[in-house]
């Protein structure tokens, strides 16, 4: 049965960040909701065009459409044996949605760690973020710089700041986020998933408490 870990965080509380290092550590693949949109707004696919407002304004997505684009990914055969869900879900209907989809794919959610971090250290962390344009690595200009400034380390890639880092629009996806997301905090506390980590701590110190978390 597929081991399906869920990561649920307000934006910038570190969950790409160790999505990636529990994606190495523990071969399943990380699946981030945002980097899919963010491929296709570069692609200019008809789903990056569609997703681009939304985006751009600090808003989610339309459930149908991003419900539509993680059941095409979690259909691929890498994540068959589970996977680390960064970003996804971030509605009720999108939790519902997931639940069915996993059910169909012999699979199941078996833990939800919820990177717990206030909104003032968000808005440090946002407004710092350095990301690699070619694949999504993510780096911090004061808390996680790269070697060489504006280099990612692992490709060589040009970072760059994302457009919705910019103070106000990061306002906004917190307010999005207390909305629309933390509902799915009792949902999973309920359903006996949830693991609460202290997402102020260093990143090692986080990427730890995972581990212990979905071991
Ligand atoms: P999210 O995916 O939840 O939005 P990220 O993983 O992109 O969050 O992290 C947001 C920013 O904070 C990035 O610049 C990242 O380098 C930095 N960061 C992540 N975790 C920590 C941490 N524990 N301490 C300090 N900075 C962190
Ligand atoms: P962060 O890492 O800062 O939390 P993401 O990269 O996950 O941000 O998401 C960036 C944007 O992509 C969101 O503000 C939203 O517009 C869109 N998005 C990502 N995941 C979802 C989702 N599950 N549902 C709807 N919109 C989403």
């Excluded at 997505?61 to 994540?79: G, Y």
């Excluded at 068959?80 to 169909?104: C, H, N, V, W, Y």
């Excluded at 309920?190 to 609460?196: R, S």
Aim: aromatic fraction near 6%; proline fraction near 6%.
């Amino acid at each position: 049965m597929g081991k399906y870990i869920v990561l649920l965080g307000p934006p910038g509380a570190g969950k790409g960040t160790q999505a990636e290092v529990l994606s190495e550590k523990t071969g399943l693949a990380h699946i981030s909701s945002g980097d899919i949109f963010r491929e296709n707004l570069k692609a200019q696919t008809e789903l990056g065009k569609l997703a681009q407002g939304f985006m751009n304004r600090g808003e989610l997505v339309p459930d149908d459409v991003t419900i539509a684009m993680i059941r095409e990914r979690l259909s691929r055969p890498d994540c068959k044996a589970g996977a680390i869900l960064d970003g996804f879900p971030r509605t009720p209907a999108q939790a519902q949605a997931l639940s069915e989809m996993l059910a169909q794919l012999d699979g199941k959610v078996v833990s939800v760690p919820y990177i717990s971090v206030p909104p003032a250290v968000l808005i440090e962390r946002l407004s710092g973020r350095w990301t690699c344009r070619a694949q999504g690595h993510i780096y911090h200009s004061q808390f996680h710089p790269p070697v060489k400034a504006g280099v990612c380390d692992e490709d060589g890639s040009e970072l760059y700041q994302r457009e919705d880092d910019q103070p106000a629009t990061v306002e906004r996806r917190i307010r999005v986020y207390l909305d629309q997301t933390t509902p799915l905090i009792d949902h999973y506390r309920q359903a006996g998933l949830l693991v609460e980590i202290d997402g102020t701590q260093s990143i090692e110190q986080v990427t730890s408490a995972l581990l212990t978390a979905v071991e």
